[in-house]
Nanobody
Framework: QLQLVESGGGLVQPGGSLRLSCAAS????????IGWFRQAPGKEREGVSC????????YYADSVKGRFTISRDNAKNTVWLQMNSLRPEDTAVYYC????????????????????WGQGTQVTVSS
């Protein structure tokens, strides 16, 4: 059974850092593009960052450019989202998602394109 599990969320002060992990089980990630999405209360789910299956291409939302870094290790079947200089507006439930990619350089920004989702991890940025 294909499963994604996020971890690493928590409460952090503004300006702090967190590293989210997305671990896959039941399949190997090396042929899947991965996206990180977030959803704050009362808001729509939005794309944060995406990485192609080969890690050759990445995407960042303007709101996180220069602060967040996405990376992956296909041998470890894991994708990470390093989040630095966190702001209160980054508070949300963060989800990772996977989509089969037939071209190693493809990134997928639209959440509707992802069939596989984790359960989410809460990130709260507050003093």
């Amino acid at each position: 059974q294909l499963q994604l599990v996020e971890s690493g969320g928590g409460l952090v002060q503004p300006g702090g850092s967190l590293r989210l992990s997305c671990a896959a089980s039941g399949f190997t990630l090396d042929r899947y593009a991965i996206g990180w999405f977030r959803q704050a209360p009362g808001k729509e789910r939005e794309g944060v960052s995406c990485i192609s299956s080969s890690a050759s291409n990445t995407y960042y939302a303007d709101s996180v450019k220069g602060r967040f870094t996405i990376s992956r290790d296909n041998a470890k079947n894991t994708v990470w989202l390093q989040m630095n200089s966190l702001r209160p507006e980054d508070t949300a439930v963060y989800y990772c998602a996977a989509v089969r990619a037939y071209y190693g350089g493809s990134v997928f920004v639209n959440p509707s394109g992802y069939p596989y989702w984790g359960q989410g991890t809460q990130v709260t940025v507050s003093s």
